[in-house]
Nanobody, 119 residues
Framework: VQLVESGGGLVQPGGSLGLSCAAS????????MGWYRQGPGKERELVAR???????NYADSVKGRFSISRDNAKNTVYLQINSLKPEDTAVYYC??????????????WGQGTQVTVSS
């Protein structure tokens, strides 16, 4: 089982970016998928999360600018990022709370994708 992210890059302040993350392999269930980020010299923090029923939660710093969505049939989560600020610069990690086949239930992580906001 692996989580594969895509969509990071260099964006100017005020710009937009879309991230995606697909969980592959044999998976029994995914209870939640989300995005965390770790900026330079900072701890990893939750950005947004979406549960299997569709409920979401966001970090206060991104509310109104970031939007998370999910395609359950494709085991894929998306993050639309608008009105980017330099402080959004970070490595963004995909997370899934899931039960893969023959592996324990728990949190699984992608390798991370860099988002840099700079003029």
């Amino acid at each position: 089982v692996q989580l594969v992210e895509s969509g990071g890059g260099l964006v100017q302040p005020g710009g937009s970016l879309g991230l995606s993350c697909a969980a592959s392999g044999r998976i029994f269930s995914i209870d939640a998928m989300g995005w965390y980020r770790q900026g330079p010299g900072k701890e990893r923090e939750l950005v947004a999360r979406i549960f299997s029923g569709g409920s979401t939660n966001y970090a206060d710093s991104v509310k109104g600018r970031f939007s998370i969505s999910r395609d359950n049939a494709k085991n894929t989560v998306y993050l639309q990022i608008n009105s980017l600020k330099p402080e959004d610069t970070a490595v963004y990690y995909c997370n899934a709370l899931m039960k893969p086949y023959m592996q324990p239930y728990g949190d699984y992580w992608g390798q991370g994708t860099q988002v840099t906001v700079s003029s």
